[in-house]
Nanobody, 127 residues
Framework: QLQLVESGGGLVQPGGSLRLSCAAS????????IGWFRQAPGKEREGVSC????????YYTDSVTGRFTISRDDAKNTVYLQMNSLKPEDTAVYYC????????????????????WGQGTQVTVSS
């Protein structure tokens, strides 16, 4: 059964860090582009970061560049999103998703281009 499962969300103070995980079963993430998205209440789902298949080139939206790092552990079939210097505006439900079409390249993740989704994990940045 194909499944993506996010974990690692929680409540953190501004300036703090969290590491989100996206663990896969039923697919091999190495062959997919993996995107991280987030959705805050009342807002559209936003593409945050992407890591391409094979060579693992990456993309970050401007608001997280320099603070977030996406990576992939092929042995664990897991993609991570390390989030540092968190801000209140980073508060959202974070989702990972997998895309097979054009998987070798990454640009700003667009939700309609992704085939498989996790259930999301809540990240709250607040003092």
């Amino acid at each position: 059964q194909l499944q993506l499962v996010e974990s690692g969300g929680g409540l953190v103070q501004p300036g703090g860090s969290l590491r989100l995980s996206c663990a896969a079963s039923g697919i091999t993430l190495y062959y997919y582009a993996i995107g991280w998205f987030r959705q805050a209440p009342g807002k559209e789902r936003e593409g945050v970061s992407c890591i391409a298949s094979t060579d693992g080139n990456t993309y970050y939206t401007d608001s997280v560049t320099g603070r977030f790092t996406i990576s992939r552990d092929d042995a664990k079939n897991t993609v991570y999103l390390q989030m540092n210097s968190l801000k209140p505006e980073d508060t959202a439900v974070y989702y990972c998703a997998a895309r097979i079409r054009g998987s070798w390249s990454c640009s700003r993740p667009v939700p309609s281009e992704y085939d498989y989704w996790g259930q999301g994990t809540q990240v709250t940045v607040s003092s």
